[in-house]
């Protein structure tokens, strides 16, 4: 049996990530980061830990006598200031400095990695939280439904391997905002102001980017997701079919795109234009 550990960020999914690994035989140590993880971990082993104490966190580990690792729920990183990264820390920023995402992540995977620590993608615990293929919920998009889809594909497609990208909101055949280091709802809401209710679907493309390790980091969506994209005044929600983890099950996301008068559809990097 081998002792996995969960790093956990904000929402409920590190939480279910937990009761699906016990399933399946694993013990289970939480490694909560403060001032990020808000589910409750009552009930499990759990040591808070400080984003920026890496070595601390792999010293924990090893104590504890962790094979395997999985990192999940949403981070939300601080300034340099905040930060307080440990002496290991450092020489791992030192490397990542210039770096996008993937590759910061890379070299923390690396980190765990020389003392035998593997990381594992989150999927394996939740199968059937991957978004589906074809047309969830909603009306079939139109012609300019299908245009700002096969736009958006073809955009995040050429910035994925810049560690540019994952969501992008198209209308008009226009491209409004493109997902940068704020997250995809934060973008959403960003470009509130800039969709014109009078000019078209207002769609959301997101994928894995083209170079993206979902071991390490898996793209999510979800019923807040959702939610942002019916102020904002989107219609459409075009999500990746298999590369995109589902932040909560589908009937409770069906539900939420029906209340919001919302099309789902999951579709496939194969198809893009």
């Known amino acids: 049996m081998k002792r996995l550990a969960i790093i956990a960020g904000k929402g409920p999914l590190p939480g279910e990530v937990a009761m699906a690994a016990i399933a399946q035989g694993h013990e289970v140590l939480i490694l909560p980061i403060e001032g990020q993880a808000d589910a409750d971990f009552s009930g499990y082993q759990t040591v808070p830990?400080?984003?920026?104490?890496?070595?601390?966190?792999?010293?924990?580990?090893?104590e504890h006598g962790i094979q395997t690792l999985v990192m999940v729920g949403k981070?939300?990183?601080?300034?340099?200031?905040?930060?307080?990264?440990?002496?290991?820390?450092?020489?791992?920023?030192?490397?990542?400095?210039?770096?996008?995402?993937?590759?910061?992540?890379?070299?923390?995977?690396?980190?765990?990695?020389?003392?035998?620590?593997?990381?594992i993608a989150v999927d394996i615990f939740l199968p059937d939280r991957k978004m589906p293929s074809g047309l969830i919920?909603?009306?079939?998009?139109?012609?300019?439904?299908?245009?700002?889809?096969?736009?958006?594909?073809?955009?995040?497609?050429?910035?994925?391997?810049?560690?540019?990208?994952?969501?992008?909101?198209?209308?008009?055949?226009?491209?409004?905002?493109?997902?940068?280091?704020?997250g995809s709802d934060e973008m959403i809401a960003r470009a509130k102001p800039l969709l014109d209710a009078e000019s078209g679907v207002g769609c959301l493309v997101k994928m894995r980017k083209t170079a993206q390790d979902t071991r390490l980091d898996m793209p999510v969506m979800g019923c807040v997701t959702i939610e942002a994209a019916a102020k904002a005044g989107l219609s459409l929600l075009a999500i990746e079919a298999d590369t995109v983890l589902l932040a909560d099950d589908l009937a409770a996301i069906k539900a939420a795109c029906v209340a919001a008068n919302m099309t789902l559809i999951g579709i496939n990097r194969s198809t893009a234009k």
């Open 137 to 182: 919920v909603g009306l079939a998009p139109d012609g300019d439904g299908e245009a700002a889809i096969s736009l958006g594909m073809a955009v995040l497609d050429a910035l994925g391997a810049h560690d540019v990208g994952q969501s992008i909101i198209v209308q008009n055949g226009r491209v409004i905002a493109i997902e940068a280091a704020e």
């Open 49 to 62: 830990i400080r984003l920026g104490a890496i070595n601390k966190t792999r010293s924990i580990m090893l």
């Open 75 to 119: 981070v939300v990183w601080p300034s340099m200031a905040a930060l307080r990264p440990d002496f290991d820390g450092m020489k791992l920023l030192g490397k990542m400095i210039t770096k996008g995402d993937d590759n910061a992540l890379r070299h923390v995977a690396a980190y765990f990695a020389e003392k035998g620590i593997e990381i």
